[in-house]
Protein backbone atom coordinates (compact mmCIF):
# COMPACT_ATOMS: atom_id res chain seq x y z
CA UNK A 1 0.00 0.00 0.00
CA UNK A 2 1.16 3.52 -0.84
CA UNK A 3 1.12 6.29 1.36
CA UNK A 4 2.25 9.90 1.46
CA UNK A 5 2.18 11.76 4.55
CA UNK A 6 2.44 15.73 3.93
CA UNK A 7 4.07 18.02 6.84
CA UNK A 8 5.43 21.38 6.87
CA UNK A 9 1.93 23.39 6.57
CA UNK A 10 0.87 26.25 9.20
CA UNK A 11 0.39 30.18 9.10
CA UNK A 12 3.36 32.15 8.06
CA UNK A 13 3.27 36.17 7.54
CA UNK A 14 3.66 37.26 3.90
CA UNK A 15 6.87 37.38 2.46
CA UNK A 16 8.04 34.68 5.34
CA UNK A 17 8.67 30.66 4.27
CA UNK A 18 7.57 27.28 4.48
CA UNK A 19 9.20 24.07 3.95
CA UNK A 20 6.64 21.35 2.91
CA UNK A 21 7.35 16.98 2.97
CA UNK A 22 6.20 14.75 1.47
CA UNK A 23 7.28 11.25 2.70
CA UNK A 24 6.26 8.32 0.83
CA UNK A 25 6.01 4.87 1.68
CA UNK A 26 7.28 1.83 0.02
CA UNK A 27 10.18 1.71 -3.13
CA UNK A 28 10.70 4.28 -5.01
CA UNK A 29 11.06 1.59 -8.64
CA UNK A 30 8.33 2.49 -10.82
CA UNK A 31 7.75 6.28 -9.85
CA UNK A 32 7.25 8.66 -12.47
CA UNK A 33 6.57 12.00 -10.97
CA UNK A 34 5.94 13.36 -7.72
CA UNK A 35 4.23 16.65 -7.59
CA UNK A 36 2.61 19.19 -5.47
CA UNK A 37 -0.78 20.47 -5.75
CA UNK A 38 -2.66 23.34 -4.02
CA UNK A 39 -6.30 23.81 -3.71
CA UNK A 40 -7.63 27.38 -2.20
CA UNK A 41 -11.13 28.00 -1.23
CA UNK A 42 -13.74 28.17 -3.78
CA UNK A 43 -10.67 27.07 -6.79
CA UNK A 44 -9.87 24.25 -8.62
CA UNK A 45 -6.63 21.74 -7.67
CA UNK A 46 -3.86 23.18 -9.62
CA UNK A 47 -0.41 22.21 -10.09
CA UNK A 48 2.35 23.93 -8.28
CA UNK A 49 5.67 21.91 -8.90
CA UNK A 50 6.53 18.72 -9.74
CA UNK A 51 9.84 16.86 -10.20
CA UNK A 52 9.80 13.91 -12.51
CA UNK A 53 12.18 10.23 -12.24
CA UNK A 54 14.74 11.74 -14.59
CA UNK A 55 15.24 14.58 -12.91
CA UNK A 56 13.52 17.46 -14.58
CA UNK A 57 11.54 19.80 -12.90
CA UNK A 58 8.03 22.10 -13.84
CA UNK A 59 6.95 25.26 -11.55
CA UNK A 60 3.45 26.97 -12.22
CA UNK A 61 4.05 30.52 -13.68
CA UNK A 62 2.86 31.79 -10.35
CA UNK A 63 5.61 30.34 -8.00
CA UNK A 64 8.95 30.38 -9.95
CA UNK A 65 11.67 32.07 -8.69
CA UNK A 66 9.84 31.87 -5.42
CA UNK A 67 9.52 27.82 -4.82
CA UNK A 68 11.70 25.17 -5.17
CA UNK A 69 11.10 21.19 -5.44
CA UNK A 70 13.47 18.84 -4.30
CA UNK A 71 13.74 15.43 -3.58
CA UNK A 72 16.12 13.40 -0.87
CA UNK A 73 15.69 9.43 -2.41
CA UNK A 74 17.63 7.80 0.65
CA UNK A 75 14.74 9.36 2.19
CA UNK A 76 11.64 8.46 0.08
CA UNK A 77 11.07 12.31 0.77
CA UNK A 78 10.11 14.95 -2.20
CA UNK A 79 10.01 18.62 -0.38
CA UNK A 80 8.84 21.93 -1.39
CA UNK A 81 11.01 24.78 -0.24
CA UNK A 82 8.16 28.26 -0.21
CA UNK A 83 9.61 31.89 0.06
CA UNK A 84 8.45 35.17 -0.50
CA UNK A 85 5.20 33.67 0.54
CA UNK A 86 1.82 35.99 -0.68
CA UNK A 87 -1.71 35.90 0.59
CA UNK A 88 -2.77 34.26 -2.69
CA UNK A 89 -0.38 30.61 -1.53
CA UNK A 90 -2.98 30.34 0.86
CA UNK A 91 -4.86 26.94 -0.06
CA UNK A 92 -4.51 23.17 1.44
CA UNK A 93 -1.25 21.70 -0.23
CA UNK A 94 -1.61 17.76 -1.48
CA UNK A 95 1.30 15.61 -2.54
CA UNK A 96 0.68 13.15 -6.15
CA UNK A 97 2.82 10.44 -6.93
CA UNK A 98 2.34 8.72 -9.99
CA UNK A 99 3.68 5.01 -9.47
CA UNK A 100 3.44 2.53 -12.90
CA UNK A 101 0.66 4.46 -14.34
CA UNK A 102 -1.58 5.14 -10.62
CA UNK A 103 -1.90 8.63 -9.27
CA UNK A 104 -1.66 8.42 -5.29
CA UNK A 105 -2.74 11.54 -3.03
CA UNK A 106 -1.58 12.64 0.47
CA UNK A 107 -4.17 13.77 2.87
CA UNK A 108 -3.06 17.33 2.24
CA UNK A 109 -1.72 19.98 4.95
CA UNK A 110 -2.26 23.68 5.45
CA UNK A 111 -0.54 26.57 4.68
CA UNK A 112 -2.21 30.14 5.45
CA UNK A 113 -0.47 32.94 4.62
CA UNK A 114 -1.81 35.82 6.70
CA UNK A 115 -0.38 38.90 8.58
Known amino acids: QVQLVESGGGLVQPGGSLRLSCAAS????????TGWYRQAPGKQRELVAV???????NYADSVKGRFTISRDDAKNTVYLQMNSLKTEDTAVYYC?????????WGQGTQVTVSS
Open 96 to 104: NQNRGGTNY
Open 26 to 33: GSLFSIYY
Open 51 to 57: IIRGGSI
